[in-house]
């Protein structure tokens, strides 16, 4: 099964349930559509971030199939949560 089949399969979450999954409440973050938000920096808890691990993705270019760092970052991301670790991907753009 090819990646984009698998993706096919999957039904996407509102992000309001993936925002309560972080404690927060959807006034608490700025949606842009169903799918996706904003999170204020202010919401992140510092001392438990302090705590946490780190993975940095980053990348001049993407493959030549188009997986470029959001793609990596998710599966990363993914995968980990099917090994049992609890997992949140934040992407920044500058």
Do not use: C, R
């Amino acid at each position: 099964m090819s990646d984009l089949e698998i993706s096919k399969t999957i039904e996407l979450k509102h992000i309001t349930a993936i925002a309560q999954k972080l404690g927060l409440d959807a006034d608490e973050i700025e949606m842009y559509g169903k799918y996706k938000a904003k999170l204020p920096l202010a919401k992140i808890d510092l001392k438990k971030a302090a705590a946490s691990n780190l993975i940095l993705v980053t990348a001049i270019s993407p493959t030549p199939a188009g997986e470029g760092k959001t793609t990596m970052s998710i599966g990363l991301s993914e995968g980990l949560n099917q090994l049992g670790k609890q997992t949140v991907v934040a992407l920044f753009t500058s």
